[in-house]
């Protein structure tokens, strides 16, 4: 059974391209290898992940998020079965929500993803790569 799972945090620091680069490539590498996919979005401090995959190792990777000291105040938002991954070709798409355009980054007052249900966010989150700003995205 596939499961989805959707979590907000906030940056403790400033986000560099540097730490989301580490961050994107430890996730790429990490998901490829246990079949997990998703969508990293990030922006003005805040994090906003989706994730899919089988239910052990998304617990198992959460875990791990718990621990990264390069974030804080990690609070899961929705957790639920699915029939099919939603984010299926990436085994983490990245969209910088300070590169989305002027009309987009106007739907997302403030970027406050913990303001947003979980089915919300993914609308959010697929309005912004159909405009085209998913970057860094390895095809799995």
Request: glycine share 8%; charged share 20%; aromatic share 4%.
């Amino acid at each position: 059974m596939l499961t989805r799972m959707i979590y907000v945090s906030t940056a403790v620091g400033p986000v560099t391209t540097a730490v989301t680069g580490t961050i994107l490539r430890s996730a790429q590498a990490h998901n490829a290898a246990h079949g997990i996919t998703g969508v990293l979005c990030q922006g003005q401090g805040a994090y906003l992940q989706v994730l899919e995959g089988e239910r052990g190792k998304l617990d198992a990777l959460y875990a791990r998020i718990l621990a990264d000291k390069r974030h804080q105040n990690i609070e899961l938002r929705q957790v639920e079965d699915i029939a099919r991954r939603r984010y299926g070709k990436w085994s983490m798409a990245h969209v910088d929500l300070t590169q989305a355009d002027a009309q987009m980054a106007e739907s997302l007052p403030n970027l406050d993803p913990r303001t947003h249900a979980g089915q919300q966010a993914m609308a959010k989150i697929d309005a912004l790569i159909a405009a085209g700003t998913v970057m860094n995205v390895p095809v799995v």
